[in-house]
């Protein structure tokens, strides 16, 4: 079946502007993850969503930063006034309520000029 | 202060022996652990699991060992493909928490052929 997609692949925005990243899970997979990976570091916790509300959002930076998942399937990080350090990966993950194992879309590499 | 920690950033190894890739870890709650194995402009992808009741888990040519006093563990690949050249990140998660994934810096494995 039909993985994890992101879109877009890459984003390239001018500092102080705003972006929206999209993520489309595993169809049945109730719990979705965002992450962010800096160049030679491991993808870092952002946000959890079970279902529509977020559950743990304690991985966002700032408040620049902003998960939905109104429906309960797609959801979309924004971030606001974007800035340099922004800069990274941000992949997104599904699971099974209650599976240990996420699995990860391509990711969205945004780059901040 | 990383909780998960990969301490060899790189890992050459010949075709047909045996890869040997270590991970360590501070946190005494972590009671899952997982590899993933990245490879460029894709996303992480599940390799195996461990559970914090186990010491051992192998599936194929892939076996995860778990020293859980040491707070250690290992995934070794025999043998080596040249296909398993990629970056392996070890990740750790506490059941029944909001579940993320704390991952390792990752190690790049490099098999020659």
């Known amino acids: 079946g039909a993985g994890v997609s992101q879109t877009p692949s890459n984003k390239v925005t001018e500092k102080g502007k705003y972006v929206e990243l999209r993520c489309d899970p595993i169809?049945?997979?109730?719990?979705l993850y965002w992450y962010r990976q800096s160049l030679g570091q491991g993808p870092e916790f952002l946000i959890y969503?079970?279902?529509?509300?977020?559950?743990?959002d304690s991985g966002l930076p700032n408040d620049r930063f902003f998960a939905v998942r109104p429906e309960g399937s797609v959801s979309t990080l924004k971030i606001q006034r974007t800035e340099r350090g922004d800069s990274a990966v941000y992949l997104c993950a599904s699971s099974f309520i209650g599976g240990h194992e996420q699995y990860f879309g391509p990711g969205t590499r945004l780059t901040v000029t | 202060d990383q909780q998960v920690k990969q301490n060899s950033p790189s890992l050459s190894v010949q075709e047909g022996r045996i890869s040997i890739l270590n991970c360590d870890y501070t946190n005494s709650m972590f009671d899952y652990f997982l590899w993933y194995k990245k490879y460029p402009a894709e996303g992480p992808t599940f390799l195996i699991s461990i559970s914090s009741i186990k010491d051992k888990n192998e599936d194929g040519r892939f076996t995860v060992f778990l020293n859980k006093s040491a707070k250690h563990l290992s995934l070794h690949i025999v043998p080596s493909q040249p296909g398993d050249s990629a970056v392996y990140f070890c990740a750790a998660i506490i059941s029944g928490s909001a579940r993320q994934l704390t991952f390792g810096s990752g190690t790049q494995l490099t098999v020659l052929p």
């Open positions: 169809s049945g997979h109730t719990a």
């Open positions: 969503f079970q279902g529509t509300g977020a559950a743990d």
